[in-house]
């Protein structure tokens, strides 16, 4: 089995296994090729599933693994082989997603609910899954929104590297909440770069855990950790960004904006990864 340990493959998003050496013309049709079975999650799935071969799984011994990631937050390891084990080898559950009605009844991304929306990044030297999760605690009538870079143990779905860290973290009263909202906003931590654009405070814009979605694929390069951003429907004050994080320590090391000095510019991709060939990292911008 091949591994597939980030979006499309590779780095490159080639979308192309080049090393295929079973499939061909001949064998692709209707009687030999199609569904062999299905598992259940909860929540929706908007990352693509990623594939680590032979690896020793406490109490399950080796397996070939397939891993799930969805909107409620949930992580699932499953034997991707086997049709009888409709169990997963693991499974997490990386905090408490977001209300898609958070950002108005109207929007409609989403049937239910927000949380990993974008494909994790596998290490397979270090056994490690990279993901990201968006969540929501009320506590004293506020409404914290909070993104997470996690570092999952590939074997047993523990955290790794003192994770969770906390990309950002935003609140605002529970009772007003909307992207119009603009006061008793509160940026409780997070990244930010000077700026006088959409959303700046006294010459700086601050990450908006509330109004930004990481929803293009991880990308691992060079020892480090990129994660990029854009909105919820184009809603509100928000900005594209791509943040960087020591692969060992999770500690940020790097911090881009696009628009700084005017709005929008959001990183979607279709939910695309960030592309990197080593050297240089390619992303596509929409909006500003």
């Not at 109207?106 to 030297?125: C, K, M, N, Q, V």
């Not at 109004?211 to 951003?229: D, E, I, K, S, T």
């Not at 881009?256 to 990197?276: D, F, M």
């Amino acid at each position: 089995m091949v591994n597939v340990p980030t979006n499309r493959y590779d780095n490159a998003r080639t979308g192309a296994n080049t090393q295929e050496a079973v499939l061909t013309t001949d064998n692709v049709n209707v009687n030999d090729f199609g569904k062999l079975f299905g598992r259940a999650v909860a929540g929706q799935i908007y990352a693509q599933p990623l594939i680590v071969s032979g690896l020793t799984i406490p109490g399950f011994g080796v397996r070939n693994v397939v891993y799930v990631s969805t909107t409620q937050n949930r992580v699932y390891a499953y034997d991707a082989d086997d049709p009888a084990a409709s169990d997963p080898l693991w499974h997490q559950r990386l905090g408490p997603s977001v209300p898609r009605t958070d950002y108005t009844t109207g929007y409609r991304d989403f049937s239910a609910e927000i949380g990993i929306t974008s494909t994790p990044a596998i290490d397979l030297t270090a056994q490690t899954l990279y993901v990201t999760a968006k969540t929501k605690e009320v506590v004293d009538g506020l409404a914290h929104y909070a993104y997470r870079l996690h570092a999952l143990d590939l074997t047993t779905g523990a955290e790794k590297l003192g994770g969770p860290i906390t990309i950002a973290e935003t609140t605002l009263p529970s009772n007003a909440m909307g992207p119009g909202v603009t006061t008793g906003i509160a940026f409780v931590s997070g990244p930010s770069v000077p700026g006088q654009g959409s959303g700046n405070v006294q010459g700086t814009i601050p990450f908006n855990a509330y109004l930004q979605h990481q929803r293009p694929g991880l990308l691992l390069m060079n020892g480090a950790v990129y994660v990029a951003f854009a909105s919820h429907g184009d809603q509100g004050a928000y900005h594209g960004w791509v943040l960087a994080y020591d692969a060992t320590t999770l500690a940020l090391i790097g911090t881009y904006c696009t628009t700084p000095n005017s709005g929008e510019g959001g990183i979607w991709q279709s939910g695309c990864g960030l592309a990197g060939d080593g050297t240089s990292i390619y992303a596509v911008i929409g909006n500003g």
